[in-house]
């Protein structure tokens, strides 16, 4: 449902005077949607270069910001989405507070700015439009139950998003109207990329899905990929002379510890290095050997391209014909990525070829407790990596770059000089000189401050600290805060600016119009359907191995989902019940779970914990018969609504 909001909308750049030639330069060379355009190469043409001075610092009392989340920068503007459900707008050049939006639920991800709207969509449900000029609503379009964790896409006057149930929508940018619609059986998770006449999605099914822009005809659907998900990025497009290709990152299926192990000792067989010990692959990385030859180099390529042809599990770097969908030759890149999190994006350079982070034994860019990693160039259509090394000496300095397997880090290109983004640090590498040096951060910090009381530190955790760049200034977002970066000038204020506190409930604020209310039974409706599928289907535990904290099971706790099964057969329709069975049948799962719940009451009355679910948003596990099933609790209209991951 499209609710348009009457206003009149000037264009930004009519409220800004023809004098600032500061705003005129950056509008010309914005950053209006993640990764910087609707193939999210991450390049930018214009050249940057050292020093670099911190113009200024923000953060939002008590808001916490996504970790896939970049600073989106148009007109002048820069706008920042919050987990509390805030869309800021600040000046790009000072930082200043210039207008905020409140919606209904939490921002997961990135806006997107195009024809003077800022657009970006909530949990709650809604996609919102905003003028950039005044934050005033001017459509909002609410039917995507369960809302949105990825971010929106703009591309030939249309609106492109997935919702976290399922539908990939297309909007009409300026009027909020629907253009077409598409159910595609899974979440969707991922920022979709748009090239030409068709736009590129993978959900979580991970079958990559490619749709005709104009009137949503699905033009090609893949082989489905290996990994747990493909959440939090996108589909990086890349031009060649030979086709288009499209890049897709998965996370591993191995646990973190175990991949990085299994690729590190297969990668120091190929070199014929010891791995016994960390000291033995230390050594190694610091002898002369360790620069290898082209020869060496080759080898260990076709080694890792034959070890991905014969290791699914190992395979997390896609490459697909964009006209077909068919997968390429298997990229000689293995997973890089902190907590188990989807492997590190390549970005496009000037040449054509794709700047990629990767492992293998032969390089100095190693510094960190899981080595045996490299920065190269991989030319697509031969599928080979043109290693690069820097100039200063065999181990990057401290503050420059931290080169392990098991850390986020994002990259960008712009001109010449590749940007190395860690949640800590910011460095640059001169691609022609291939000279590395620090432009801001310190090591085992946020960007050179210590985390704010309210944005706890997630380690390295998934899509670590976004950028973007606009005229000659980067946006960096790192712990939840926003730093900007002015390229070129010297003179560092002393001290350097600390972060300002952003207080938003003091501000005047632009608040969502109420959601349309959905019918009693249509919430029914959809918690049967939930509920159907848990006890119809197979599940098994998640877990993953984040690194420092150990290993953390989603599934293990199951005393809120007993008991909202219980309820479930009180709640809901007869007709699901007549027709599963599920509350009649003396021995069904609904009886044994309502036998389970008084059970649970009665540990209680002993002192025992219930197996109580820790948040609303935690999992359980639930036995029926000899099967387990598990699966994640939900708030909903209607109870508690069910959403699991289902084994394999």
């Not at 200024?56 to 459900?85: K, Q």
């Not at 080169?403 to 994002?410: I, K, L, P, R, V």
């Not at 993953?544 to 199951?558: I, K, W």
Request: proline share 6%.
């Amino acid at each position: 449902m499209v609710v348009r909001i009457q206003l009149k909308r000037m264009r930004p750049f009519a409220c800004i005077a023809l004098g600032l030639g500061w705003a005129a330069m950056l509008a010309a060379a914005d950053w209006p949607m993640v990764r910087g355009d609707p193939q999210h190469t991450g390049f930018v043409p214009e050249q940057l270069s050292p020093p670099f001075r911190l113009a200024w610092a923000v953060e939002f009392e008590g808001e916490r910001l996504g970790t896939a989340v970049e600073p989106i920068v148009n007109a002048g503007r820069v706008f920042i989405a919050t987990h509390a459900g805030s869309l800021y707008a600040l000046e790009a050049e000072s930082g200043r507070l210039l207008w905020r939006f409140q919606a209904h639920g939490p921002f997961l991800h990135s806006p997107a700015a195009d024809q003077g709207l800022v657009v970006v969509g909530s949990t709650d449900g809604c996609l919102y439009a905003l003028d950039q000029v005044t934050g005033k609503p001017a459509w909002q379009w609410c039917d995507a139950p369960g809302g949105f964790a990825a971010a929106p896409v703009v591309a030939s006057g249309r609106v492109f998003i997935g919702t976290r149930t399922g539908q990939f929508v297309a909007l009409d940018v300026n009027s909020g109207q629907p253009i077409w619609r598409r159910a595609v059986g899974a979440p969707i998770r991922q920022t979709a990329a748009a090239v030409e006449d068709r736009v590129i999605v993978t959900p979580e099914d991970l079958r990559v899905r490619s749709y005709r822009v104009a009137d949503g005809e699905l033009l090609w659907t893949s082989e489905p990929l290996v990994g747990q998900t493909a959440r939090d990025y996108y589909p990086v497009i890349v031009r060649t002379p030979a086709r288009t290709w499209v890049v897709v990152r998965t996370n591993p299926l191995r646990g973190m510890g175990q991949h990085i192990g299994q690729d590190r000792s297969f990668l120091c067989r190929q070199a014929c290095v010891s791995d016994r010990t960390w000291q033995e692959v230390d050594a190694w990385l610091k002898s002369d050997q360790a620069r290898g030859t082209p020869e060496l180099w080759a080898r260990e390529q076709e080694a890792i391209a034959q070890y991905l042809e014969t290791n699914p599990l190992a395979r997390t770097f896609s490459v697909l014909d964009a006209q077909s969908g068919q997968l390429g030759p298997w990229a000689p890149v293995l997973w890089i990525g902190g907590c188990q999190s989807v492997g590190v994006q390549p970005a496009l350079t000037s040449d054509g070829r794709l700047l990629v982070f990767y492992r293998t034994a032969y390089g100095n860019w190693n510094h960190g407790v899981a080595p045996l990693v490299g920065l190269g160039l991989l030319d697509l259509d031969t599928n080979r990596i043109e290693p690069l090394f820097h100039q200063q000496g065999r181990q990057p300095a401290w503050n420059c770059f931290w080169g392990t397997a098991d850390e986020s880090q994002n990259f960008l290109v712009v001109g010449d000089l590749a940007l190395i983004i860690h949640q800590g640090t910011l460095s640059g590498f001169n691609l022609k000189r291939r000279e590395l040096f620090r432009i801001w951060g310190e090591r085992d910090t946020y960007g050179g401050f210590r985390n704010p009381p309210w944005a706890r530190n997630e380690w390295h955790g998934p899509a670590r600290s976004g950028l973007a760049v606009a005229g000659s200034r980067l946006y960096w977002q790192t712990g939840s805060r926003v730093l900007c970066l002015q390229a070129g000038q010297a003179g560092q204020a002393r001290p350097a600016p600390q972060p300002k506190t952003i207080r938003g409930a003091d501000l005047p604020t632009q608040t969502a119009a109420a959601r349309p209310a959905r019918a009693r039974a249509a919430l029914r409706e959809q918690l049967a359907r939930a509920v159907k599928e848990l006890l119809d289907r197979p599940w098994a535990p998640l877990w993953v191995q984040p690194g420092l904290s150990g290993r953390e099971f989603a599934f293990d706790h199951s005393g809120e989902l007993f008991e909202a099964l219980a309820w479930h057969g009180h709640i809901c329709h007869r007709s699901f019940r007549a027709k599963s069975a599920l509350g009649s049948a003396k021995n069904g799962p609904i009886t044994r779970l309502a036998r389970a719940k008084a059970g649970m009451r009665s540990t209680k009355a002993r002192g025992g914990s219930g197996l109580r679910c820790p948040s609303s948003s935690a999992a359980a596990t639930v036995w029926t018969g000899r099967r387990i099933r598990s699966a994640t609790c939900m708030p909903s209209g209607c109870g508690l609504a069910v959403a699991a991951k289902p084994t394999g």
